[in-house]
């Protein structure tokens, strides 16, 4: 059974940092291009960032880019989003995400982040 | 940017129901377009991909087409475990993914 568990998320003051990690079993891991989607509270879903298989390849959404650093480790079957230079419009539920082929096939349940002071 | 958006916002209907949800792209996207369910609290989840394909596991009273900007969602027959907010999302600027606003399907 395929499983991503998210992990790292809690309250932190505006400018701070945070790492998220995501715990992935019952596939492939090192198989499978990666993201991160975010949801903030009462609203849509956002993609935030983008890690392929290997991890040679990484994009950004304009919204975080130059604040969040996307990694993986495959040997540990892990998955990473460092947060820095954290802003209010960065509170959501943050969640590790499968990308199969340009459709998001399995998600985690996801933490919640809250950048307030 | 690709843009997405859903009509309606909210749409209120009954059980047995058919219901029909739309997503139009700011570009063309041939048919690079999955559609998502999210429950209140929980994941989304994935139920059609490259616009028509159901996602295994999903149940056949859901269906989708479309090609290019315009696309749709319709469940058949509605049933009370269908009340969710649904999503379109292109992957046509793979990975760089846009979502639409999402759909709240309500009971009536």
């Known amino acids: 059974e395929v499983q991503l568990v998210e992990s790292g998320g809690g309250l932190v003051q505006p400018g701070g940092s945070l790492r998220l990690s995501c715990a992935a079993s019952?596939?492939?891991?090192?198989?499978?291009?990666m993201n991160w989607v975010r949801q903030a509270p009462g609203k849509g879903l956002e993609w935030v960032s983008y890690?392929?298989?290997?991890?040679?390849?990484?994009y950004y959404a304009d919204s975080v880019k130059g604040r969040f650093t996307i990694s993986r480790d495959n040997a540990k079957n892990s998955l990473y989003l460092q947060m820095n230079s954290l802003r209010a419009e960065d509170t959501a539920v943050y969640y590790c995400?499968?990308?199969?082929?340009?459709?998001?096939?399995?998600w985690g349940q996801g933490t919640p982040v809250t950048v307030s002071s | 940017d690709i843009q997405m958006t859903q009509s309606p916002s909210s749409l209120a209907a009954f059980v047995g129901d058919r219901v029909t949800i739309t997503c139009r792209a700011s570009?063309?996207?041939?048919?690079?377009l999955n559609w998502y369910q999210q429950k209140p609290g929980k994941a989304p989840k994935l139920l059609i991909y490259?616009?028509?394909n159901l996602q295994s596991g999903v149940p056949s009273r859901f269906s989708g087409s479309g090609s290019g900007t315009d696309f749709t969602l319709s469940i058949s027959s509605l049933q009370p475990e269908d009340f969710a907010t649904y999503y379109c999302?292109?992957?046509?600027?793979?990975?760089?993914?846009?979502f639409g606003q999402g759909t709240r399907l309500e009971s009536k």
């Open positions: 890690i392929s298989d290997s991890g040679s390849t990484i």
């Open positions: 490259a616009a028509s």
């Open positions: 999302q292109q992957s046509y600027s793979t990975p760089m993914y846009t």
């Open positions: 570009q063309s996207i041939s048919t690079y």
């Open positions: 995400a499968r990308d199969w082929f340009g459709q998001i096939d399995y």
């Open positions: 019952g596939f492939i891991f090192r198989s499978y291009e």
